[in-house]
Nanobody, 117 residues
């Protein structure tokens, strides 16, 4: 049973930083892409960042490029999202995702990030 458990969300002032963690278990993720998505109130879920578990290639949405950094720890089977220079528009529930191709998708329960102005 695949489990993705996010942590690290919270309330921060604009310009501040947070680091989200996603602890993965229940599967071998070597062929997976691990990603972060977010959903703000009244909006659709959107892509934030992703990392290929094998090789470590990273991908970012234009809105977070240069401010957010995705990384992974192979030994801990954990993916991180370092978020710097946070803006009020970054306020959302952040979800961890594990995907293998287009057919297999797992989601975490989400963690709230609130950025005050």
């Amino acid at each position: 049973q695949v489990q993705l458990v996010e942590s690290g969300g919270g309330l921060v002032q604009a310009g501040g930083s947070l680091r989200l963690s996603c602890a993965a278990s229940g599967h071998t993720f070597s062929n997976y892409d691990m990603g972060w998505y977010r959903q703000a109130p009244g909006k659709e879920r959107e892509f934030v960042a992703a990392i290929r578990w094998s090789g470590g290639s990273t991908y970012y949405a234009d809105s977070v490029k240069g401010r957010f950094t995705i990384s992974r720890d192979n030994a801990k089977i954990t993916v991180y999202l370092q978020m710097d220079s946070l803006k009020p528009e970054d306020t959302a529930i952040y979800y961890c995702n594990a995907a293998e191709g287009e057919a297999i998708n797992y989601w975490g329960q989400g963690t709230q990030v609130t950025v005050s102005s």
